[in-house]
Nanobody
């Protein structure tokens, strides 16, 4: 049974940093692309970052470039999202997701990811 468990969310002030973690089990971790998505209150789900199976390639939208960094540790079956210079508009539930490395769909499309975590809340106040 595949499980993705996010952690590291919390309540922070604008300008602060947070590091989210997603621990994976039940799959061959280094065979999967990993992604982070978020859904803010009253908003649609939004792509935040993705990293390929080896960690050699990443993708992020312009809204978080320069502030968010995705990384992975295949030895620990864990993917991370380092979030710096947080803004109130970053407030959302953050979800970790995975898809097989041979899936050639768009990294930013949530529909292309097979497994999802339960999410972790990030709240940024000004």
């Amino acid at each position: 049974q595949v499980q993705l468990v996010e952690s590291g969310g919390g309540l922070v002030q604008a300008g602060d940093s947070l590091r989210l973690s997603c621990a994976a089990s039940g799959l061959t971790f280094n065979s999967y692309t990993m992604g982070w998505f978020r859904q803010g209150p009253g908003k649609e789900r939004e792509f935040v970052a993705a990293i390929n199976w080896s960690g050699g390639s990443t993708d992020r939208p312009d809204s978080v470039k320069g502030r968010f960094t995705i990384s992975r540790d295949n030895a620990k079956n864990t993917v991370y999202l380092q979030m710096n210079s947080l803004k109130p508009e970053d407030t959302a539930v953050y979800y970790c997701a995975s898809r097989h490395r041979f899936n050639v769909g768009n990294y930013s499309s949530g529909a292309s990811y097979r497994y999802w975590g339960q999410g972790t809340q990030v709240t940024v106040y000004s």
